[in-house]
């Protein structure tokens, strides 16, 4: 079912993008390993005719769309006792029911040729480091001038306007532009008063530096960065294993502080990899680590094989690699977990020098006060270890019938259990943040009954490339280290540890272009609702390519220049010319650029969620600022703080958040979405928050009535006076309803919920 409002003619297009990606990381590896060995288009005769090895000889045992008439998930499932595939063992149920999900998803294969499983010529990378995200930024000299141009951005927006024959549109009224600065900086409307003082005055650098300088500022900004963080409370999942983040809000708290103190982003990126590793930092410096400390985990039954387990483990790595590679540096990296990357130039082993970094990197819980490294290491070992030790003891229990073995397997655990528990739990008092050490992972698969992950601190790990990213076929060994596309010549190992922070600082060092240009091009789509790069995480050449390039890499040349500052990126984008356009339609332009992709009016938005109630509790007077601590139920009906304070889940997502275009937290999120759907409109009608803040909102309105209260609600809701045909059909309205329902009209506006 296509939600209103949705692309259709992109839907194909992303599906496609979807499934590619299922079949690239759950179906292939199964078919390589299992499959290719009998039906394999290299052989003269593949067994039963069948080469699994392409698309069109897969396709002769399956049906996209249709996985009950798929004879390929027959064979699996061994429901037919003529056909089991493989012959050898049927695969676990999980695995089965990725090949039923791919099928039912349409069955995306995108191998082409007679052999596509042969492997793919390696990336040129010396072609790819003229690709135009890889090359060095620089300043361009501005290529236009006139009265328009208020800032050097101007010159470059009207260059491509003017290439065109377009020009750009007039300047906003001052009310709308105080409204438009004001949600985009602090994520809150101006009241009534500010904006009629701006209208008569319309100081607007003044303005800017007043939001800037708001603590509110931090609370709009830092939940930006935390869609790219995929910041979240919990795990995917709610097992023993997976135990959620309590402390998590520490690290919210952490990137709001530093968002508002401009922070510059190259050492903002490095505290958040490796903090614990710089020296002079504050010790409350260690909540940084929580963009790692609190990134999703996925479930690791002891009870399971080593090879799953470690399965499982590299699932963990190739999430940080992922996040980390589309979130700072615009490329789909993950791509080369089992083969080099298709179309961009990294490489499988450039993809396990990545994913060595995170198995050699140790999700713990650290204290916020100093203490001596040997206390804080057995701090770490004992939460830990008591953690590990106390899933294995609820996965080892069962019915009394359990087999001998095992109830003595799990006598020890719970004997060494309780020789931590006093000291866990003394331990657990302290303050925590969730963060990561240094600390390499293996499996150990010794035991026939449990497989532990054996974690050695101070040891790191560097992987093996695994063949077709099965754990089954390791490779040659990958030393942890930078890209090579990215670095000057052959990138030098990683010796520090886990490599963090070396990792970090080539993100911001050698890689400092790209990284500026990924940041930059995020921080201009939320402000214009439209990215000079329309694929925000993926710079590679399967992206969008900038509709204003020059524009670009001045910016970062410039944002570099400036000491990677923020607060200096806002004032260059928002005191231009550009910014302040009015959004009113233009036919002819629209004619020529529908998607105003040359920016010749301002694009106007729908606040997202998080702004639109934080607004609503502005207006209704019951805003509560608040600032910091632990997170609150967004459900909770006494929760009147703004909505970067609620709590997130990925394990059970908010369905308001979800409702609203939230992102999905399971993973980075490149953007929002915005749909628009029936649901949205039942909560404004029927949701008792709604019915609470219009009730509130009238209450402001005081004992006024007739047209003085239909103006006071306007002044309030839509800091504006009505025309008189609004007074009129105000007044028409409350004449047959009440005057909270007619507060809850105003605040389900579209001139509420969007900014021109």
């Not at 050097?152 to 020009?167: I, N, S, T």
């Not at 790191?460 to 030393?479: I, K, M, Q």
């Not at 922070?501 to 939320?526: C, D, F, K």
């Not at 006071?712 to 006076?721: G, H, I, N, S």
Request: proline letters at 8%; a neutral charge.
């Amino acid at each position: 079912m296509v939600r209103p409002g949705c692309a259709v003619f992109l839907l194909p297009v992303l599906c496609a993008a979807a499934g590619d990606d299922l079949f690239e990381k759950k179906i292939r590896p199964v078919l390589a390993e299992k499959c290719y060995g009998c039906h394999s288009s290299k052989s003269k005769a593949p067994m039963g005719g069948l080469a699994a090895d392409t698309r069109d000889g897969l396709r002769k045992v399956i049906v996209p769309g249709d996985p009950g008439g798929s004879r390929l998930l027959t064979a699996l499932r061994y429901t037919d006792p003529h056909l089991k595939m493989p012959p050898a063992g049927k695969l676990p149920e999980g695995v089965i029911a990725d090949f039923e999900r791919w099928i039912a998803e349409g069955a995306a294969d995108p191998r082409t040729g007679a052999a596509a499983a042969a492997a793919a010529s390696k990336p040129d990378l010396e072609r790819g480091r003229e690709w135009w995200a890889f090359r060095p930024v620089r300043e361009y000299p501005a290529p236009k001038a006139g009265p328009w141009i208020r800032r050097k951005v101007d010159a470059f927006v009207l260059k491509a306007l003017e290439d065109k024959g377009l020009a750009p549109s007039p300047e906003a009224d001052p009310r709308v532009l105080i409204r438009r600065v004001s949600l985009d900086l602090i994520g809150l409307p101006p009241s009534f008063e500010e904006t009629e003082s701006f209208a008569a005055d319309p100081s607007y650098e003044h303005l800017i530096e007043r939001l800037l300088a708001s603590p509110r500022y931090g609370e709009r900004w830092g939940r930006n960065w935390l869609d790219v963080a995929r910041w979240a409370e919990d795990n995917p999942t709610g097992e023993a294993t997976n135990p959620p983040y309590p402390y998590s809000w520490r690290y919210r708290d952490w990137v709001i502080e530093a968002v508002n103190k401009d922070l510059p982003y190259n050492e903002f990126v490095k505290r958040q990899f490796a903090a614990d590793l710089l020296p002079g930092l504050e010790r409350s410096e260690m909540r940084a680590l929580g963009y790692l400390g609190t990134g999703p985990v996925y479930h690791k039954d002891n009870r399971l094989s080593k090879e799953v387990i470690e399965t499982l483990a590299s699932d963990d790595w190739d999430e940080r690699v992922d996040a980390v590679s589309r979130g700072l540096l615009g490329l789909t990296v993950a791509c080369a977990r089992c083969h080099d990357h298709k179309f961009d130039p990294i490489t499988a082993k450039d993809y396990y020098g990545l994913a060595g970094v995170f198995a050699s990197t140790w999700q713990v819980k650290r204290p916020l006060e100093a203490m001596e490294p040997e206390a804080e290491a057995r701090l770490m070992w004992v939460l830990d270890r008591h953690h590990h030790l106390n899933a294995a003891s609820k996965l080892l229990s069962g019915s009394e019938n359990i087999a001998p073995e095992i109830v003595k397997r799990r006598e020890r655990v719970l004997a060494e259990l309780a020789k931590l528990k006093e000291e866990a739990a003394e331990l657990e008092k302290r303050e925590l943040v969730h963060a990561v050490s240094d600390a390499g992972i293996w499996i150990d698969g010794a035991d026939p009954i449990v497989t532990w992950l054996d974690i050695r601190p101070g040891k790191p790990r560097d992987l093996p490339v695994f063949l077709r990213g099965n754990v089954a076929t390791p490779g040659e060994t990958a030393p942890r280290r930078f890209l090579t596309v990215l670095s000057k010549g052959e990138p030098r190992p990683f010796r520090m540890g886990s490599g963090r922070l070396e990792l970090a600082s080539s993100i911001v060092e050698e890689a400092a272009p790209l990284a500026a240009r990924v940041w930059v091009n995020r921080v201009w789509g939320w402000h214009f609702g439209r990215h000079i790069v329309g694929t925000p995480s993926d710079f590679g050449t399967q992206g969008d390519k900038p509709t204003h390039p020059e524009l670009l890499d001045d910016l970062a040349a410039r944002f570099i220049a400036n000491g990677w500052s923020l607060k200096w990126l806002h004032r260059e984008i928002l005191l231009s010319a550009a910014y302040r356009q009015s959004s009113a339609p233009n036919p002819r332009a629209a004619l020529a650029d529908p998607t105003n992709s040359l920016l010749w009016r301002m694009n106007p938005r729908r606040l997202d969620f998080e702004a639109w109630r934080d607004a609503i509790l502005t207006v209704s007077g019951s805003l509560d600022v608040a600032a910091s601590g632990p997170s609150v139920n967004l459900d909770d009906k006494a929760n009147r703080r703004r909505t970067v304070y609620a709590e997130v889940s990925r394990r059970r997502p908010n369905p308001l958040l979800r409702l609203y275009d939230f992102g999905d937290v399971n993973q980075h999120v490149p953007s929002r979405e915005v749909t628009t759907t029936p649901l949205q409109q039942l909560f404004v009608f029927n949701s008792d928050f709604f019915h609470q803040q219009a009730e509130a909102l009238n209450q402001r309105a005081g004992g006024e009535t007739g047209a003085g209260r239909v103006r006071t609600l306007y002044r309030l809701a839509l800091a504006r006076d009505p025309k008189p045909k609004e007074i009129e059909l105000g007044l028409s309205f409350v004449a047959k309803r009440s005057w909270a329902e007619y507060a809850q009209v105003l605040l389900g506006t579209n001139e509420f919920i969007f900014v021109r």
